[in-house]
């Protein structure tokens, strides 16, 4: 079965601290993607990144930057020197299936304080 | 270039009534996806279209949901004798050829409250 796990429901930071979201994913599917969205209190999903099964390198996009390791199924999401603008729910995703439906895990609300 | 939009944005209905939420893709993307979110809860796949065809309905809880996309563009996902568990944000997405490969762009909901 296809499955994702965001193990931290929710997570409050105070401004500038460093905070890393956990994700992990379970799939039989030997080609597979992976994807953070974030969900302001507005509601819409923000696409964030998309990251393919045979692409392991890490990637930092100002501060954001995520760490993908195959070996423990994980695509973890770290935000450096975070802001009260990061105050979202994000949520990691795994393709379902060659149609490219996705499978969601249950987010985790990050709160970051003044 | 405009995002996906979705209409109405909120909608309160009395169980047992019909619903109808639209969703207007990104110009030009072929495939689009519909998602059910219940309240803290992540969002769940319903239905996939590629073009005017429904490629993947697995999603679909029962009969009394249905969707449609006549035109290869705009999607209706009607809802009929509507229930109380059916209260949740309806999620539309739309991405440029579908598949896996592909980045799906989300709208911003429907909240749908059936009283």
């Known amino acids: 079965a296809q499955k994702v796990t965001q193990a931290q429901t929710e997570i409050s930071v105070v401004e500038k601290e460093d905070v890393t979201l956990d994700c992990v994913y379970e799939t039989r599917d030997t080609t597979y993607y992976l994807f953070w969205y974030k969900q302001p209190p507005s509601g819409e999903l923000v696409f964030l990144i998309r990251r393919n099964s045979f692409d392991e390198q890490n990637e930092i996009s100002g501060r954001y930057s995520w760490n993908f390791q195959k070996s423990t199924s994980s695509f973890n999401f770290t935000i450096t020197a975070s802001q009260v603008v990061d105050s979202a729910v994000y949520f990691c995703?795994?393709?379902?299936?060659?149609?490219?439906?996705?499978?969601f895990g249950k987010g985790t609300k990050l709160s970051v304080k003044p | 270039g405009a995002g996906v939009s979705q209409t109405p944005s909120n909608k309160v209905t009395e169980k047992g009534k019909y619903v109808e939420l639209r969703c207007d893709p990104i110009?030009?993307?072929?495939?689009l996806y519909w998602y059910r979110q219940s309240l803290g809860q992540g969002p769940e796949f319903l239905i996939y279209f590629q073009g005017t065809g429904a490629a993947d309905d697995s999603g679909l809880p029962n009969d009394r949901f249905f969707a449609v996309r006549p035109e290869g563009s705009v999607s209706t996902l009607k809802i009929q004798r509507t229930e109380r568990g059916d209260s949740a944000v309806y999620l539309c997405a739309s991405s440029l050829y579908g598949g896996k490969t592909d980045t799906q762009y989300f709208g911003p909901g429907t909240r749908l409250t059936v009283l």
């Open positions: 110009s030009g993307h072929t495939a």
């Open positions: 995703a795994l393709t379902g299936g060659s149609q490219g439906n996705l499978i």
